[in-house]
């Protein structure tokens, strides 16, 4: 199953595909840079950085920059902490673009009136260089 992640809610998305890679479906997701975070962007923004500034670069806890491992990352989250959650996990593809040129379906899409960011603006500002 290929899902466009463009416009998509990262909590919506991240919890659908969970239930998807649960019941055994091999998932991946395109355009991660485009999925969105509602709210206001700087907090967010300090949300994130705050992640970063625990622990040490040498022994973590270690916490993503890349679009596509952040989006991973949060899929991760909602996934039990069990070997079915593993072997869930090993079935996600997240990629940034759409190297294949495949069509996707529109997945966990909700028109937004609020603030919001996008993922590959957030990870700009946490450091990550195309």
Same mark, same amino acid.
């Given at each position: 199953?290929?899902i466009?992640?463009?416009?998509?809610?990262?909590? *919506?998305?991240?919890?659908?595909?969970? =239930? @998807?890679?649960?019941s055994?479906?091999?998932?991946k997701? +395109?355009?991660?840079? /485009?999925?969105?975070?509602t709210?206001n962007?700087?907090?967010?923004?300090k949300?994130?950085?705050r992640?970063?500034?625990?622990?040490?670069?040498?022994?973590?806890?270690?916490?993503?920059?890349?679009?596509?491992m952040i989006?991973?990352?949060?899929? *991760?989250?909602?996934?039990?902490?069990? =070997? @079915?959650?593993?072997?869930?996990?090993?079935?996600?593809? +997240?990629e940034?673009? /759409?190297?294949?040129?495949?069509?996707?379906?529109?997945?966990?899409?909700?028109h937004?009136?609020?603030?919001?960011?996008?993922?590959?603006?957030?990870?700009?500002?946490?450091?990550w260089?195309?």
């Amino acid at each position: 199953m290929i899902i466009d992640g463009t416009n998509a809610v990262l909590g *919506r998305l991240a919890s659908s595909t969970a =239930k @998807k890679l649960l019941s055994g479906q091999d998932v991946k997701i +395109v355009h991660a840079e /485009n999925v969105i975070i509602t709210g206001n962007p700087t907090q967010i923004t300090k949300h994130y950085l705050r992640f970063k500034a625990i622990g040490s670069p040498q022994h973590g806890p270690f916490y993503p920059r890349r679009p596509d491992m952040i989006v991973r990352r949060t899929i *991760r989250g909602m996934l039990p902490k069990t =070997k @079915k959650g593993r072997n869930a996990l090993k079935k996600l593809r +997240v990629e940034i673009g /759409n190297p294949d040129n495949e069509k996707g379906e529109q997945a966990a899409v909700k028109h937004v009136k609020t603030d919001y960011i996008t993922i590959g603006t957030l990870a700009k500002q946490l450091g990550w260089r195309e």
